[in-house]
């Protein structure tokens, strides 16, 4: 019995110690993931500030790779809160995630290349590609404008659908609450006046019976009173007889009086 007891406290106390490892990674895992996020934002931020300041403070082929690196980042990061922020109210956007990451990696991979062609020395070199490096930029962000665009034309849609039957729909119940028509009225005073109509003749009809009644009963009763005084008094004198005394199982039974 003691072993077996003793395993039991084995058992419950391996149990607690993995369930705290387990939310402990948990916690652990949810903490990183924050961090990184927050240091992935910060990051992101300085690095669009830092090209935001070249494209406007540096002239030539700096300040258009800054150019291009911002109108990239800025069309991507766009879409991508349009489309990530859709799909929750509208699942057939999903397709176009699908479709907007695919356009991502292009993305990150013209992002990259022109982020090393900062650090490149051979200037005249960029400058030759720069055509060609506009060209894939203005592609990129054509789609994703695109798709950003043609998913907040699609929302919109369904909001002033929306709220055209909705108004529609207020209009209605507008229009029944105001229903206080002169017709109206009158219908509901002229049935009001025949229910009360109705009701008013059968008391009518009662009440002339119920007076003719009254007197010739009062006649009748007048006549036997005079007529028979005498036997309504022996009447009433036999009602108001005192009643006999009533007897309970547990009185004893008078015994006569004896003579002797």
Do not use: C
Not at 86 to 106: C, K, M, N, P, T
Not at 114 to 132: N, V, Y
């Amino acid at each position: 019995m003691e072993e077996a007891l003793i395993i039991f406290a084995l058992l419950v106390l391996f149990a607690f110690l993995g369930l705290g490892a387990y939310v402990t990674v948990k916690v652990v895992g949810a903490a990183k993931r924050g961090v990184d996020r927050t240091i992935t934002q910060a990051r992101r931020t300085v690095e669009d500030t830092t090209l935001r300041a070249k494209s406007f403070g540096q002239v030539g082929v700096s300040g258009a790779l800054a150019q291009l690196r911002l109108d990239l980042r800025t069309s991507m990061r766009s879409t991508q809160q349009a489309l990530y922020q859709g799909v929750q109210a509208d699942a057939s956007l999903r397709e176009s995630i699908g479709l907007f990451e695919r356009l991502s990696a292009h993305g990150y991979e013209l992002d990259d290349e022109l982020k090393r062609l900062e650090q490149e020395p051979d200037r005249q070199r960029i400058a030759a590609g720069l055509p060609d490096l506009r060209e894939r930029t203005a592609k990129i962000t054509k789609a994703a404008d695109s798709l950003r665009w043609a998913a907040r034309d699609r929302a919109r849609r369904f909001a002033e659908d929306e709220l055209s039957v909705l108004s529609d729909q207020i209009e209605m119940e507008s229009g029944a609450l105001r229903d206080w028509s002169p017709e109206a009225v009158d219908e509901l005073a002229a049935a009001a006046a025949a229910w009360d109509a109705q009701q008013a003749g059968p008391a009518r009809d009662r009440a002339p019976h119920g007076s003719a009644q009254a007197p010739a009963a009062g006649g009748r009763g007048a006549g036997s009173r005079g007529a028979d005084g005498r036997g309504a008094g022996a009447d009433q004198a036999a009602l108001n007889q005192a009643p006999p005394a009533a007897s309970y199982p547990w009185q004893k039974t008078r015994r006569p009086e004896s003579t002797t």
